[in-house]
Antibody
Framework: QVQLVESGGGVVQPGRSLRLSCAAS????????MHWVRQAPGKGLEWVAV????????YYADSVQGRFTISRDNSKNTMSLQMNNLRAEDTAIYYC???????????WGQGTTVTVSS | DIQMTQSPSSLSASVGDRVTITCQAS??????LNWYQQKPGKAPKLLIY???NLQTGVPSRFSGSGSGTDFTFTISSLQPEDFATYYC??????????FGPGTKVDFK
């Protein structure tokens, strides 16, 4: 079945780095753009980044621009989010999601939790 | 940046009630709006795309309308499994997208 599975979350100190992964299965991964969306504890949804189906274009929310890098490996059906210089306000559940119709998100992973704390 | 507001921020309703949520954009976004449902501890689920189109597999009691700056999401007859938080999301600035603040629907 169509599935996205995130991994890589954990507890990290401010200023450190963490790399999240998203493994896709059940669909033609290389045909879809992919997003990262996060949700801070008790808060709403915040879009983080998107990568084109072929990796040719990447865009970021202002809050993570210059600190986070999105990438993908279509040969392995995986997407990643490299998070550097983490801040307390980056604490959240991070979801990967499949793009549909240029802006919708029709398949979501279960999320992976990132906690930034000293 | 286009700002999204939702109202109400929360509401209490009973099974069988008709529930309406509004989403307003700070400037016109045509029909570039989606609606999602999120249950506690779960990932969001796409319900409505392009303002009024029902995503495949979503029950017909869910509907959306609107264009420009004002949008409405309706549940015609609330079911027990519909108690959740609902988010609008615009993609008028795609590839950047923005979610509304959410509306929590709980049991009266």
């Amino acid at each position: 079945q169509v599935q996205l599975v995130e991994s890589g979350g954990g507890v990290v100190q401010p200023g450190r780095s963490l790399r999240l992964s998203c493994a896709a299965s059940g669909f033609t991964f290389r045909s879809h753009g992919m997003h990262w969306v996060r949700q801070a504890p008790g808060k709403g949804l915040e879009w983080v980044a998107v990568i084109w189906y072929d990796g040719s274009n990447k865009y970021y929310a202002d809050s993570v621009q210059g600190r986070f890098t999105i990438s993908r490996d279509n040969s392995k059906n995986t997407m990643s989010l490299q998070m550097n210089n983490l801040r307390a306000e980056d604490t959240a559940i991070y979801y990967c999601a499949r793009d549909v119709r240029a802006g919708g998100m029709d398949v979501w992973g279960q999320g992976t939790t990132v906690t930034v704390s000293s | 940046d286009i700002q999204m507001t939702q109202s109400p921020s929360s509401l209490s309703a009973s099974v069988g009630d008709r529930v309406t949520i509004t989403c307003q954009a700070s400037q016109g976004i045509s029909n570039h709006l989606n609606w999602y449902q999120q249950k506690p501890g779960k990932a969001p689920k796409l319900l409505i795309y392009d303002a009024f189109n029902l995503q495949t597999g979503v029950p017909s009691r869910f509907s959306g309308s609107g264009s420009g700056t004002d949008f409405t999401f309706t549940i015609s007859s609330l079911q027990p499994e519909d108690f959740a938080t609902y988010y609008c999301q615009h993609y008028d600035n795609f590839p950047r997208v923005t979610f509304g603040p959410g509306t929590k629907v709980d049991f009266k």
